[in-house]
């Protein structure tokens, strides 16, 4: 079966200092990978997706970056973080082709003090 | 650009009640349609989904109906129970994009 691991679970970093979130796939083989951010009682956004090692798509403009060095996983970065880079982060992954559910790890909690 | 919005933010019903939460979807060229929910503090979880040939599908106390000549999609549930209190999204997927809307908060008092 599939599982999806996303790392850690709260984060608590101050303003200026850099970010990595890892998320991994387990028993599939190249997935679509996604990450999204979700403010406190607001949606999910989506930050950025892969269909593929080293193909990432960047859909808000914003001081992270996401990298996909092996086929099934997914980190999101930032140099230097912002007080409004605060969220629940939620890594998600579908079968490579589309028109398939995406399914999600537990997510981040990140709080930038 | 491709957004998928939402009604209504907050939905109060009884319980035993039948729910419905609607969507409205701006991209013509979507084609797959997942509804999920969302529990304080963890990820979505699948409820049901359509594709784009369809305009209605069941699932357990779950009903989906797509109406893409509006653009619009709504979720029914039957005999709401206290347990399916959540937040409530959809999700339109196109060309491997999956993107959320707002999200409808479904409360459910006894």
């Known amino acids: 079966s599939q599982t999806i691991h996303q790392w850690p679970a709260t984060l608590v970093q101050p303003v200026g200092s850099p970010l990595s979130l890892e998320c991994t796939v387990e028993?599939?083989?190249?997935?679509?990978l996604y990450w999204y951010r979700q403010a406190a009682g607001r949606g999910l956004q989506l930050l950025f997706y892969?269909?593929?090692?080293?193909?990432i798509s960047s859909e808000v403009p914003q001081n992270l970056s996401a990298s996909r060095p092996q086929d099934r996983q997914f980190i999101l970065s930032s140099k230097k973080l912002l007080l409004s880079d605060s969220g629940f982060y939620l890594c998600a992954w579908s079968r490579w082709g589309g028109n398939t559910e995406a399914f999600f790890g537990q997510g981040t909690r990140l709080t930038v003090v | 650009g491709e957004s998928v919005g939402l009604h209504l933010p907050t939905l109060s019903v009884q319980e035993g009640d039948n729910s419905i939460i609607n969507c409205a979807y701006s991209?013509?060229?979507?084609?797959?349609f997942i509804w999920y929910k969302q529990e304080s503090g963890k990820g979505p979880q699948f409820i049901i989904d359509?594709?784009?040939?369809?305009d209605k599908r069941q699932g357990q106390r779950v009903t989906v109906l797509l109406n893409k000549t509006v653009k619009h999609l709504s979720l029914q549930i039957a005999a709401t129970q206290p347990g399916d209190s959540a937040v409530y999204f959809c999700?339109?997927?196109?060309?491997?994009?999956?993107?959320f809307g707002t999200g409808t908060r479904l409360l459910v008092s006894p």
């Open positions: 028993g599939t083989s190249n997935p679509n």
């Open positions: 892969s269909v593929g090692i080293g193909q």
């Open positions: 999700a339109d997927e196109g060309f491997q994009k999956l993107v």
């Open positions: 359509i594709r784009s040939n369809m």
């Open positions: 991209n013509s060229a979507s084609d797959y």
